[in-house]
């Protein structure tokens, strides 16, 4: 080996090394001008590529740009097919963007690659919910309470899907629930619970006694 091949091979050795720690990270940043420059002069290739593709569409998703989301998360999924991840993101993009058949498919193929983890459970059921199949949403929502049954969101979510469809006492016991577990960092999650219990008790009829005579 020669003498100047060594100093070659560190450089790009660091380069290299450089390289791996940016496309993994470059979605950390509100700057997606870094992501394109790692998809377009990194000499990483291959699935690793996905993860530039999937910062920039986070970044996108962010901003409320979902076609230019759906468009990297697409490229994403192109290179890397096998993480849950991309699908739930695809999925949070497309129902942002009013596909909301197509973001039922991705949750189905989110859960497919990861069927313990609660989220898209969660998330699909919103989407079925916004689509009017309440019985399917409700399912889903149940999936998600079973696998994590700490989730304020879920519980509420859950409660507004049985509401819509009548069930007031099913309702009812998820708001409670809803209002009596940590809400975590959004308050607003037990409000919503107490407010939708308070309509619920001003919803009832007074239970008027018949005189004696």
């Given at each position: 080996m020669t003498r100047t091949a060594v100093p070659l091979l560190i450089v790009l050795g660091v380069l290299i090394g450089l390289s791996t720690h940016t496309?993994?990270?470059?979605?950390?940043?509100?700057?997606?001008?870094?992501?394109?420059?790692?998809i377009g002069f990194s000499p990483l290739r291959g699935s690793l590529i996905a993860f530039a593709y999937e910062g920039r569409g986070r970044i996108a998703l962010r901003h409320g740009d979902f076609k230019r989301a759906i468009a990297d998360f697409d490229e994403a999924i192109r290179?890397?097919?096998?993480?849950?991840?991309?699908?739930?993101?695809?999925?949070?993009?497309?129902?942002?963007?009013?596909?909301?058949?197509?973001?039922?498919?991705?949750?189905d193929e989110a859960i497919?690659?990861?069927?313990?983890?609660?989220?898209?459970?969660?998330?699909?059921?919103l989407a079925l919910a916004a689509t009017g199949d309440l019985d399917r949403?409700?399912?889903?929502?149940?999936?998600?309470?079973?696998?994590?049954?700490?989730?304020?969101?879920?519980?509420l979510d859950r409660g507004l899907?049985?509401?819509?469809?009548?069930?007031?006492?099913?309702?009812r016991a998820d708001f409670e629930v809803a209002l009596a577990l940590p809400s975590g960092k959004d308050a607003g999650t037990r409000e919503a619970a107490r407010a939708k219990l308070a309509e619920l008790t001003s919803a009832e009829p007074s239970r008027v006694t018949a005189p004696r005579r």
């Open positions: 496309v993994v990270n470059c979605g950390d940043e509100d700057e997606p001008d870094v992501c394109s420059a790692v290179l890397n097919p096998n993480r849950a991840s991309l699908y739930r993101d695809r999925a949070l993009a497309r129902r942002q963007n009013g596909d909301l058949a197509l973001a039922i498919e991705d949750y497919a690659h990861d069927p313990k983890l609660a989220a898209p459970y969660h998330q699909r059921g949403a409700i399912l889903s929502y149940s999936t998600a309470v079973r696998l994590d049954p700490t989730d304020a969101q879920a519980r899907a049985f509401l819509a469809r009548g069930q007031a006492d099913d309702a």
